[in-house]
């Protein structure tokens, strides 16, 4: 089969297109014949093995030759104890523990497989796994959005921001989008009421305080957030630097006794009950999954270049026929 591979950590340049054997479900695992891939920052993050938590399971090369974590595509085979798919049915997963999802098959867990609904399309399904668990997790689950709440999302153009700045709105809450300028018009038209570019403002030093802070792209020292929360508020870092993780971890408790404010890691769960609620929401039309560009397999490298330097609004897939 087809699959786009690397062996070390570094630039897409590291990516190359190649031939490799098409793997055999065991006997827990289903084989999919992937359509659509969805590419996520931890792509990026585990191309580049950068930051330091992408080296798990890999600290000198990669842990795995074949990145690509939020597959959608049909069943083309199964392994002996698989009782919940068939041959031919459609479906879709976030595979980020196992990886493998740009290539014409990937093996995936039976536990890890969502049945896909009709009315969802290929590349739909692949752009909700990662992005929308994070965001129906970081909105919906622990964070406990209210109506008239102020929720801020740092990082709210991108994929998981995108679903948070809806699920926000849905949720009733006057929602600030942060990123980069070139996003700031894409925030807006999800719902965001406030938008702040990160290179010209710091949003804990607008004076401004929020019930909820979801951080994807945390890259500040933790005592900076308690200062942008309200009393009672929530700080939850879900991606960022591992300077910022640690000090939420470590510090957080103690840096949020005043002002029962908390300052928490989000560890975001995966399969298909974290996401029924979002794939409702999708086929109901409350929810849109925003695909900004497609790609073919072979243009692998490209598509991570366009997400890592920081254009993609939404959602980038890959397609393959
Ligand atoms: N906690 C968990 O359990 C868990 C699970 C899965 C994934 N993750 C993590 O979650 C993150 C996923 O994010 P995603 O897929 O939504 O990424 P994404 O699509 O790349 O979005 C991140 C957004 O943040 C923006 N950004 C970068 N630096 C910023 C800054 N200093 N201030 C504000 N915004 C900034 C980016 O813009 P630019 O384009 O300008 O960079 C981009 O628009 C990854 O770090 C991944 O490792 C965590």
């Given at each position: ?30 084989l ?11 792509d ?102 209210e ?15 995108m ?65 942008a ?52 929401l999708?086929?109901?039309g ?24 920081g ?11």
């Amino acid at each position: 089969m087809k699959a786009v591979v690397y062996d070390r950590y570094g630039p897409p340049e590291a990516l190359r297109l190649s031939d490799v054997p098409t793997p055999a479900p065991a006997d827990d695992q289903v084989l999919v014949k992937v359509r659509a891939v969805s590419l996520n920052a931890s792509d990026w993050e585990l191309l580049r093995g950068k930051p330091l938590y992408a080296r798990i399971g890999g600290p000198f090369r990669p842990r795995s030759p074949i990145l690509g974590s939020d597959i959608a595509g049909s069943v083309d085979a199964v392994g002996r104890q698989v009782t919940r798919f068939h041959p031919g049915d459609s479906v879709f997963a976030d595979i980020l523990t196992s990886l493998g999802g740009f290539a014409e098959y990937a093996c995936v867990p039976e536990s890890a497989l969502v049945a896909m609904p009709a009315g969802l399309s290929h590349e739909q399904a692949a752009a909700l796994p990662q992005a929308g668990a994070i965001a129906l997790q970081g909105i919906v689950g622990k964070g406990r959005v209210e109506p008239g709440q102020q929720v801020l999302i740092n990082g709210g153009g991108g994929g998981a921001g995108m679903f948070a700045i809806q699920l926000a709105k849905l949720a009733g809450a006057e929602v600030t989008g942060v990123d980069n300028a070139e996003k700031l018009e894409f925030m807006r038209s999800l719902g965001a009421d406030h938008v702040i570019d990160y290179a010209r403002d710091d949003f804990t030093r607008t004076g401004r305080g929020y019930d909820l802070i979801l951080d994807v792209a945390a890259h500040r020292p933790a005592f900076a957030y308690p200062r942008a929360l309200r009393p009672g508020g929530r700080y939850l870092y879900v991606g960022g630097s591992v300077a910022t993780l640690l000090q939420v971890v470590l510090l957080g408790p103690a840096l949020g006794t005043a002002g029962r404010k908390k300052l928490r890691l989000l560890a975001v769960q995966q399969g298909a009950k974290h996401l029924a609620p979002l794939v409702e929401l999708c086929l109901a039309g409350k929810v849109t999954a925003v695909i900004d560009r497609r790609y073919q397999l072979s243009q692998v490298p490209d598509a991570l270049r366009y997400l890592g330097e920081g254009h993609a609004k939404g959602k980038v897939v890959v397609i393959i026929d």
